[in-house]
């Protein structure tokens, strides 16, 4: 997902409405930049520091391996009696002992490997053990995390949400494609899962809403890199894309709503 995969950004062909509806309520942070890939920018996300002093300096092994004297923010809000779960891709280490499980998360559900090819019926690391499950791994992330959200809505809790989409190889059910299919200069399947996750954001909203839990949880949207390549996409019409230097390649969606804490408007 880069910074032009909305049409609150100008985006002619997507309109995703829960991402946009957001987009509209939230402080919006028009300059956020990140690293050209997306293993460095989980580093710093979770680390609060530049990701080189964490060791992660690439996507690929080993570069793409935390230090494990890093602290993360799931240890530290552990630590202040969070609950802590993260529901997606790691990538931030694929041997054992890098394993989110022993950095601060108290509950966990992954991918083994962080193998971006299991987009149906996936085999998932649930608390380390492998799990089989039903349906387009999307959809399940977020049934697990919402899950996770109403078990601990009395308590303070961190759930961090990273999708597996959309990123290559692109798959997505049917109906979230077709009616992309036929648009000149568009990738129906990427658009789709474009789709898709704007459904699930959408769900994720009104399970907050249903809990009552809305106005007081802070909802960060953000992606991890620049427009990704390979595929028909709008990339705001800015140069490079995922991978480059160039302002299209480290431009990132930086959304923050909290309630009245963070007043929508643009930010810079």
């Given at each position: 997902?880069?910074?032009?995969?909305?049409?609150?950004?100008?985006?002619?062909?997507?309109?995703?409405?829960?991402?946009?509806?957001?987009?509209?309520?939230?402080?919006?942070?028009?300059?956020?930049?990140?690293?050209?890939?997306?293993?460095?920018?989980?580093?710093?996300?979770?680390?609060?520091?530049?990701?080189?002093?964490?060791?992660?300096?690439?996507?690929?092994?080993?570069?793409?391996?935390?230090?494990?004297?890093?602290?993360?923010?799931?240890?530290?809000?552990?630590?202040?009696?969070?609950?802590?779960?993260?529901?997606?891709?790691?990538?931030?280490?694929?041997d054992e002992e890098y394993g989110p499980w022993f950095r601060g998360f108290d509950e966990t559900l992954t991918v083994k490997g962080d193998y971006q090819s299991s987009h149906f019926d996936p085999t998932l690391l649930k608390n380390r053990e492998p799990t089989s499950f039903k349906g387009y791994r999307t959809d399940i992330l977020f049934d697990e995390a919402m899950t996770f959200i109403e078990k601990n809505r009395d308590k303070p809790f961190f759930c961090y949400l990273p999708t597996y989409s959309p990123h290559s190889?692109?798959?997505?059910?049917?109906?979230?494609?077709?009616?992309?299919?036929?648009?000149?200069?568009?990738?129906?399947?990427?658009?789709?899962?474009?789709?898709?996750?704007?459904?699930?954001?959408?769900?994720?909203?009104?399970?907050?809403?249903?809990?009552?839990?809305?106005?007081?949880?802070?909802?960060?949207?953000?992606?991890?890199?620049?427009?990704?390549?390979?595929?028909?996409?709008?990339?705001?019409?800015?140069?490079?894309?995922?991978?480059?230097?160039?302002?299209?390649?480290?431009?990132?969606?930086?959304?923050?709503?909290?309630?009245?804490?963070?007043?929508?408007?643009?930010?810079?």
């Amino acid at each position: 997902m880069g910074y032009g995969e909305m049409s609150a950004h100008g985006n002619p062909v997507l309109k995703p409405p829960n991402l946009d509806a957001f987009h509209r309520e939230s402080a919006r942070f028009t300059n956020f930049a990140v690293s050209p890939t997306c293993a460095p920018t989980r580093a710093a996300l979770l680390t609060g520091k530049h990701e080189f002093k964490s060791s992660v300096t690439h996507a690929i092994r080993p570069m793409s391996s935390m230090d494990l004297e890093a602290t993360t923010i799931a240890q530290l809000f552990q630590q202040k009696g969070f609950a802590t779960g993260i529901f997606g891709k790691w990538h931030l280490g694929r041997d054992e002992e890098y394993g989110p499980w022993f950095r601060g998360f108290d509950e966990t559900l992954t991918v083994k490997g962080d193998y971006q090819s299991s987009h149906f019926d996936p085999t998932l690391l649930k608390n380390r053990e492998p799990t089989s499950f039903k349906g387009y791994r999307t959809d399940i992330l977020f049934d697990e995390a919402m899950t996770f959200i109403e078990k601990n809505r009395d308590k303070p809790f961190f759930c961090y949400l990273p999708t597996y989409s959309p990123h290559s190889p692109l798959r997505v059910p049917e109906q979230y494609s077709r009616p992309y299919e036929g648009q000149e200069g568009v990738n129906a399947t990427f658009s789709g899962m474009m789709a898709n996750v704007d459904e699930n954001v959408g769900r994720l909203i009104v399970k907050l809403r249903t809990l009552e839990l809305d106005t007081s949880t802070l909802v960060i949207v953000m992606s991890d890199n620049g427009g990704t390549y390979g595929v028909d996409t709008w990339n705001a019409g800015m140069r490079g894309r995922k991978g480059s230097v160039w302002y299209g390649g480290t431009r990132a969606v930086s959304l923050w709503r909290c309630g009245s804490l963070f007043p929508a408007g643009d930010r810079g």
